[in-house]
């Protein structure tokens, strides 16, 4: 410690103190009584300077501290007495006592004991070294000035009128008295007190004594220490040790009231774990020590996916309520010297400060997205939350360091979410060429440079196309044709993919209609269109819908709308709700990439499916490889047991479309058929009402 900084601090000289890696911290001093001497100097680390609360608190310490050394004192002095003076030996056990009691009462304060706790232990010390049977502490209430509260007591346990929490007027009794004249009150005979409590007096209290409890100056109460047996006048003595425990009262209040107020500034009100401003706190202390020590320090950024849509479709309360209950998930991953952080909305942050291998870290972000992977109940609801996390570590400054962390968090919500990825420089540019993508898909639809193609769908056992699935392109001005797995995932971050739902389905349900007028029993049975869940689960889902069959004039039974199971399980009973009345209207639905998603037949089974499509990656192998033939035989099983027509994605291979065909697959789709076609290449194609695509 620097000691000529000390002593200027000490002598008003200085309001700052250079601490060995900490920097610059703010310092005050407060004196000690004449009689102790000195100063008791305190410093803070950070940018923030002492304000009066924090003054106020120093003060009563010092009180404390002043009584503590006078007492040591004394009792040194009576110990040397102690062989000659048998009731100066029972003096200095009392003292003793009163040390050791004040000494344990500063503990629990600093080390922020619930206050409950803290009075009680007040009000059974005052009884014991003040000797009277029963104890009470009394504090107005903030609500109600005219009345008193009891906060505390001992001895009055079968005194019903008399619990913790009852009220009596605020100028009553030995309490209403010490704080009206405002220091200690002694009541030799309480029976002829005007204004006793016959409460107190009925369970045979005799004599009283009281000393003012106060905060910021004002009395706003009293501790009361009352005998059954004492007739005569309470020592001088006695009315120190009572004023020193009513000192502690208020040093517990000053000291718990500054506590809530630091509680509410830095922790977040809904879920209780820190915030944004207390995580880079703590992040500039860890760097600190991080740089003293030479090794990195490291953050988890990590953002819900999906949470909007659940938010949105089963209203705030059930989006606060999962928020809730994934901090609560997210501080059963952390460990002691760990911090979990929100930093608000569905964004939250895991400090990792003194980790010993940096690759720990990957540890703690795969435990997080296992944490998350069982489903929550919100309002009776089961839904499913997953969360992307970016991993940084450095020594930059926390504001970057957690940027990088967004940066990577990022990355990996863009190949899909439900993972983690770590940082790397590179990143950035990759961030930067995502806003300009995203500030220019805003404006794709009105500069109309989306467009729809579609991919036949061929009846396996004539050959005939039966239907079209409408797929999204973007026709970039100077990007050029922008693959869609470059700009869905975005789209559905963002929330732009309900406006892009809604174009594509309008766009399918009016080439349909122009199909079907044009050709008659030769057009397609049906359109599909890919459906995400967040338009699922959005309100206006139905109506959009609805309104795009209206305006093409197209029946119900031509619309398929394509659903995959990860967006089935985001909210179950909504969900089913919501596709039954589809159901209800003669739309048809598909459960697209069966086998790739969350695969629960749970789930699958109970939604209201006429197809079944097997994903590409089962029926890639499926004409040399027995599992994926033993696979997609189950699948096909398993879809007609459910009622769902199966549809093989993917077919390229003559002999893949000879294995479907033996495996009973109803339908197939691929580059063996056709690929992806503009709208006016397919009706081209239709013309010849007689085609056989799979011949």
Known sequence: MPEEQLAEIAAGERQTLDVPGLGSCAAMAVP?????????????????????????????????????LRMIRVLGDE??????????LASLQDRQRLLEQLSSLQRCISHRTP?????????????????????????????????????????LEGVETLRPGARIASARGAAGRAMLEGGVVAIADYRQEPGRLPELEATGVVSAIAAPVHEHGSVIGALVVSSRTRTHAFSDVEHEMLTLFAEQASVALAAARTANSMRQAFNDSLTGLPNRALLLDRMELAL??????????????????????????????????LLIEVARRLKECVGRTETAARLGGDEFAILLAELDEPARAVDVAARVIAALEPPFTLLGREVFARASIGIASGREAPEDLLRNADVAMYCAKREGGDRFRVFEPTMHAAVVDRLELEADLRRAVARGELVLHFQPVVDLRTGRLEGAEALLRWNHPTRGVV????FVPLAEETGLIVALDRWVIAEACRHAARWVERLGPAAPAWVSANLSGRHLLDGSFEEDVVQALRGAGLEPCR??????????????????????????LGVRLAIDDFGTGYSSLRYVGRFPADFLKIAKTFVDGVYDDDKDAA???????????????????????????????????????GYLFARPLPAESLGRLLDDADADVAA
């Open 483 to 486: 693959a869609p797995l470059d």
């Open 115 to 155: 206050i409950q706790d803290v009075f009680a232990a007040i009000v059974a010390g005052a009884s014991e070294l003040v000797k009277g049977e029963t104890c009470a502490l009394w504090l107005v209430d903030p609500d109600d000035p005219s009345e008193l509260v009891m906060t505390a007591s001992r001895g």
């Open 631 to 669: 696979l997609v035989r189950t699948i096909i099983t398993l879809g007609r047991s459910l009622g769902m027509q199966p549809i093989a994605e993917g077919v390229e291979r003559v002999p893949q479309l000879e294995r479907l065909r033996e495996l009973g697959s109803a339908y197939g789709q």
């Open 79 to 88: 110990r040397r007495q102690a062989t000659e003076n048998a009731r100066l």
């Open 288 to 321: 600190a020590r991080a740089e003293r020590d030479g090794r990195d320090v490291t953050v988890l950024f990590l953002d819900l996916d999906g949470f909007k849509p659940i938010n949105d479709s089963l209203g705030h309360l059930a989006g606060d309520r």
């Open 559 to 584: 619309l398929t709308l394509e659903i995959t199971e990860t967006v089935l399980v985001q909210d179950v009973a909504l969900a089913l709700e919501r596709l039954h009345r589809l159901k209800a």
């Open 32 to 68: 000690l009584d004449r009689d102790a001497g000195g100063r008791l100097v305190l410093a803070r680390a950070g940018d923030d300077s002492f304000g009066r609360d924090d003054l106020n608190l120093a003060r009563g310490m010092s009180r404390v501290l002043t009584i503590t």
